[in-house]
């Protein structure tokens, strides 16, 4: 297996809120974690025990926490999902690198990330792309 075949291991933790503030103090009340925010809809959480941040979302995220693996190459790790039987649902760019989220075959939704690169803008937009 080369480097860019690496097995992707967990690296990201992201719970989606539909209050910032109000998640922030439960959270930092509750289990002493501190944040570095990122705009008002994004927090990254510290002290946790694994990396990880508060999404805000407009509702309740269907499926919880978003688990993130990170790869080097992440157009090969897109292969890998699919061949497996994963359905790519959404691809974006954001200030750190690129992500796309997928479903396995029992539906839950995971993302895998990658410092490198963007995506082509049209691409990022279309999962069929």
Same mark, same amino acid.
């Given at each position: 297996?080369?480097?860019?075949?690496?097995?992707?291991?967990?690296?990201?933790?992201?719970?989606?809120?539909?209050?910032?503030?109000?998640? %922030? !103090?439960?959270?930092?009340? #509750?289990?002493?974690?501190?944040?570095?925010?990122? $705009?008002? *809809?994004?927090?990254?959480? @510290?002290?946790?025990?694994?990396?990880?941040?508060?999404?805000?979302?407009?509702?309740?995220?269907?499926?919880?926490?978003?688990?993130?693996? %990170? !790869?080097?190459?992440?157009? #090969?790790?897109?292969?890998?999902?699919?061949?497996? $039987?994963? *359905?790519?649902?959404?691809? @974006?760019?954001?200030?750190?690198?690129?992500?796309?989220?997928?479903?396995?075959?029992?539906?839950?939704?995971?993302?895998?990330?990658?410092?490198?690169?963007?995506?082509?803008?049209?691409?990022?937009?279309?999962?069929?792309?």
């Amino acid at each position: 297996m080369n480097d860019n075949e690496a097995i992707l291991k967990i690296d990201y933790n992201e719970i989606p809120v539909t209050d910032m503030a109000a998640a %922030k !103090a439960f959270y930092a009340g #509750a289990f002493g974690w501190d944040f570095i925010d990122f $705009g008002p *809809t994004y927090a990254a959480f @510290e002290n946790a025990g694994l990396d990880g941040g508060l999404r805000l979302e407009d509702a309740a995220f269907g499926t919880g926490c978003l688990i993130i693996l %990170k !790869a080097k190459d992440i157009l #090969a790790a897109e292969v890998r999902v699919t061949e497996a $039987g994963g *359905t790519v649902i959404r691809r @974006e760019d954001f200030p750190g690198g690129r992500r796309f989220h997928f479903t396995d075959p029992s539906g839950n939704e995971l993302a895998i990330w990658s410092p490198n690169g963007k995506y082509d803008p049209q691409a990022a937009n279309d999962p069929d792309a």
